[in-house]
């Protein structure tokens, strides 16, 4: 997974999703297809880290 630094010239976006644990892999398998189209894109060609966990209390 990459590293998040302040001074790295770069914007990292993070965003969090709060969804029921039995649609988690549904929510996974949507972001990474939209990773993959707006990688493809020449416009949106960024690199994109999808990652999951769970935290008590999020």
């Known amino acids: 997974m990459p590293f998040i630094r302040t001074d790295?010239?770069?914007v990292t976006q993070i965003n969090t999703f709060t969804v029921p644990e039995a649609?988690?892999?549904q929510?996974?398998?949507l972001l990474q297809e939209a990773a993959?189209?707006?990688s493809t894109t020449p416009a949106g060609a960024r690199p994109a880290c999808i990652a999951a966990t769970t935290?008590?209390?999020w």
């Open 27 to 29: 929510l996974i398998e």
């Open 8 to 10: 790295a010239g770069i």
């Open 36 to 38: 993959r189209f707006a």
């Open 55 to 57: 935290a008590p209390g």
């Open 23 to 25: 649609r988690q892999q």
